[in-house]
């Protein structure tokens, strides 16, 4: 069992590592079992003592985290079953075999939920047949999925695990929906940090992958290739842990190349294990 504190939110984090049906690690199954077993091993009044420890509205705050984790993971699992793929899970990185040097500053894998990325779509051009999606740290490939319901010219997905890239490749042979409007979909095993951005107009997706230490080296090579290959580029980056979105907006601002778009706040969706706080850029015409 995992027993941590989460200091940004003030309550104890109660884990244990179980297989998904592909034999990663996915914290997301079974959490009402880790809380039973984690009392039984403790005793009946451990509720009273977390209580009694972290305070009523963290533990309130706790509880309602859990429930809406579990039902968010359900529908997940339910769009899964009904597409005939296996995206959903917060997987784990610590056993897989990766690219590159980078896999300790490598967060879990976990989806954008069909919602939420419904809603950031409406931040962009509704015209994007001329665009690359590319999402960065494409793990199971659910984001990939979700962007072929929009006419990309191409959706590329770069991911540095192995047994996700497996995953994702085997999920786009059998994702078929009467609503895509783009089938070009592949997936790059790679270290993002290495990635050479192809030279066409780009929609670049971050669903806080690493980081700001590996997110800095793949903003800086992507504002090279802009530099070297003026074109349209837009960046999405979204956040719901780690406040990652709080080191990421100044450091795409500061790069001097791109304008941050005005875009609603993201409302509270039942398929999202966490609200995502994002932010929308889009390359200055002078680049």
Same mark, same amino acid.
């Given at each position: ?131 690359? +999606? $590319?999402?960065? !740290? #494409?793990?199971?490939? =659910?984001?990939?999925?979700? %962007? ?7 959706? /590329? ?76 580029? +837009? $960046?999405?980056? !979204? #956040?719901?842990?780690? =406040?990652?979105?709080?080191? %990421? ?7 001097? /190349? ?30």
């Amino acid at each position: 069992m995992f027993i941590d504190w989460d200091g940004a939110r003030g309550m104890t984090n109660i884990e244990m590592p179980r297989l998904d049906r592909d034999g990663l690690e996915d914290r997301s199954f079974g959490r009402f079992g880790r809380a039973w077993s984690h009392i039984r091993q403790n005793g009946l009044l451990e509720p009273l003592r977390l209580v009694h420890r972290h305070g009523l509205g963290a533990s309130l705050g706790f509880v309602q985290r859990n429930i809406r984790h579990m039902l968010a993971d359900r529908i997940a699992r339910k769009w899964d079953r009904r597409h005939g793929v296996d995206t959903a899970g917060s997987i784990q990185l610590g056993a897989l075999n990766v690219v590159g040097p980078h896999r300790a500053m490598g967060n879990e894998a976990v989806c954008t939920s069909p919602r939420t990325f419904d809603f950031i779509m409406k931040s962009l051009p509704r015209d994007l047949h001329n665009h690359t +999606f $590319i999402d960065i !740290g #494409s793990g199971k490939s =659910r984001t990939l999925l979700l %962007a072929s319901h929009y006419p990309f010219a191409e959706i /590329i997905g770069v991911e540095f695990a192995r047994e996700l890239v497996d995953i994702a490749r085997s999920n786009i042979e059998r994702f078929r929906d009467p609503s895509q409007k783009c089938r070009a979909l592949s997936v790059v095993e790679a270290d993002a940090a290495a990635y050479d951005f192809p030279q066409v107009p780009l929609v670049v997706y971050f669903y806080n992958p690493f980081s700001k230490d590996v997110f800095d080296i793949v903003l800086m090579n992507l504002v090279s290739s802009l530099e070297r290959h003026p074109r349209d580029c +837009f $960046i999405v980056y !979204g #956040s719901s842990s780690h =406040r990652a979105i709080d080191w %990421a907006r100044p450091a795409i601002r500061e790069t001097g /190349i791109f304008r941050e778009l005005a875009v609603p706040a993201m409302p509270g969706f039942l398929d999202a294990v966490r609200t995502i706080d994002y932010a929308v850029f889009q390359v200055q015409a002078a680049v």
